[in-house]
């Protein structure tokens, strides 16, 4: 039997290594760069609590 390629990536799409201050990142979810949902998550690690407040802040700011 022949030997599959194992640790190939799958079709997931690439998510961009979040750098730069909180507000930069704050920029970045907005535009989308991490993605959504676990993704986003993921990407954002243990700031994501802190970042995502201040997405949610934002947005119901906007929306007044």
Not at 6 to 31: H, M
Not at 53 to 61: C, F, G, S
């Amino acid at each position: 039997p022949s030997k599959s390629q194992s640790g190939t990536s799958t079709s997931a799409p690439s998510v961009i290594t979040p750098i730069g201050s909180i507000d930069e990142k704050v920029n970045q979810v907005l535009r989308g760069d991490f993605g959504n949902g676990l993704e986003r998550k993921r990407a954002l690690g243990e700031e994501y609590d802190v970042i995502q407040a201040k997405v949610n802040e934002m947005l119901k700011d906007k929306n007044k």
